[in-house]
Each structure stands twice: as C-alpha cells, then as structure tokens.
C-alpha cells in the first residue's frame, strides 16, 4: 500500500482510501474497517498501537494527525486538521490557488484511551485529552480536558469518565 510504516496485526479493509500513505505511519494491533479515507499531507499522520477506526471515518490529516494507543473512532465520524475560512473574505475549496484562499491548518492529536461515538465532529484545533469519551453526533470545536466525557453540539463536559482502562493497558504492555 506504500505505508511509511506498519507494524503487526494490522487490517485495513481493501475498500478504505489512503491518500499520500507514504506519509502514514501505522503501529501494532490496527484495525480500519470499509469506507474510511484517511487523506495525509505533508505532516505526519500517526496511528500507534491498539487503534480501531470503524467504517465510513473520514480524517483530513494535512496539518498533522496522531492518534495515541487505545483509542477507537466509532462509525460515521469526521475529523479535520485544517478548514477553508467561511468569513466571506477569500474564495474556498482545493481548485482555488492559495493566493486568494485563507486556510486554518492545526495538528491534531487524540490522545491515549479516547473514544469518538458514532457521527462526532472534530474540528481544526482541537486537543482530545487522555480518556476523553465523546458522545455520539457531537461536535468538538473546543478542547477536551482528560477523563472527561463530552456530548452535544457543540460538546459540553457532562461528568467524569473512570480510569480502569489505564490498568487493563498495563496488562497488554
């Protein structure tokens, strides 16, 4: 597939898309279901260990993405390093020369035993703290603090998330 790199166990369906894959680095213990497109650019896009992104993820990575160990993106969810600004100042969309566009591009890391539910929206700039679970159809366009759990749109923390998943990952180690 012209991976960077892949480690073991890994499965990626034969009808998910991965552009620039020269630029992707995939660990241990991956999986990537149907219909996924994972789009890299010239920043690294890193999947580590123990990751599963389920069908139909759509991850713009060409700002910079990582995804740390223990993590899963549910169904359905999108997630994007960079947008075109919507102010009406500059024209948008990747047929227009960067000359008359204004793009936001951020890196985006999802840290260690995070969960995206079904549907979630990220946006550019976001930081995903470690065990940040995000409800189902939520829209994240403000930082997650860790081992919070957040829903809603735009996603509000509605209570603490518990942290036994830290020791059942020690015991993979």
């Not at 995804?67 to 169904?75: D, E, H, V, Y």
């Not at 793009?103 to 930081?127: D, F, N």
């Not at 081992?147 to 059942?168: C, D, F, H, Q, T």
Request: with cysteine; net charge positive.
């Amino acid at each position: 597939m012209g991976l960077r790199r892949v480690g073991i166990n890994v499965a990626i369906s034969r009808y998910a898309r991965l552009y620039n894959p020269g630029n992707i680095i995939i660990g241990n213990n991956v999986r990537i279901d149907d219909f996924c497109l994972l789009s890299s650019g010239t920043e690294p896009f890193i999947i580590d260990n123990f990751i599963h992104i389920a069908a139909g993820v759509y991850v713009w990575g060409n700002a910079g993405f990582h995804i740390k160990s223990f993590s899963n993106i549910s169904a359905g969810t999108k997630i994007y390093t960079q947008s075109d600004s919507y102010c009406g100042n500059y024209l948008m969309g990747p047929t227009v020369p960067m000359t008359v566009r204004k793009v936001k591009g951020v890196p985006l890391t999802i840290e260690k035993h995070v969960i995206l539910g079904a549907g979630v929206i990220v946006l550019p700039g976001v930081k995903l703290g470690e065990g940040v679970a995000i409800g189902s159809n939520s829209l994240v366009i403000k930082d997650c603090e860790p081992w919070g759990i957040y829903a809603g749109s735009p996603a509000k923390r509605i209570k603490e998330r518990e942290k036994g998943v830290i020791n059942l990952a020690q015991k993979l180690a």
